[in-house]
């Protein structure tokens, strides 16, 4: 019994008085920080124009963003909600001038197409 007792106590002992405290530095190149900065000031402060093409409900609006994807593979497309509705919207145009020329081709196939911005 003392044995046990002897050989817990050496145990506890041991096992807390070797216990490591430590500290972690992570060390990273300082152009990540300043990418990262760049990054998230240049989404807050971006305009873009989107097209939308469509909208209705959730189901309605996959079959638009399904027909879009075949017509115009090269533009991307997002399914955005609005309550109550779901709103197709396509491309990313960072000027006017490019987002109306891809308006013009894109109204021929959507009549009720919108220019966002």
Known sequence: MKTIFVLSFT???LTFGYAQQG??????DEKITD????????????????IQVGFGSYSKAQNIQANVEQDFPDLPSKI?????????RVGRFQNKMDAERKFKEV????????LLK
């Open 11 to 13: 145990m506890a002992s």
């Open 23 to 28: 500290q972690i530095k992570i060390e990273q």
């Open 35 to 50: 990418l990262i900065e760049i990054y998230k000031t240049s989404n807050e402060s971006s305009d873009y124009y989107r």
């Open 80 to 88: 955005d909600f609005d309550s109550p509705t779901y709103r197709v």
């Open 107 to 114: 109204r021929q196939k959507y009549p009720d197409a919108m």
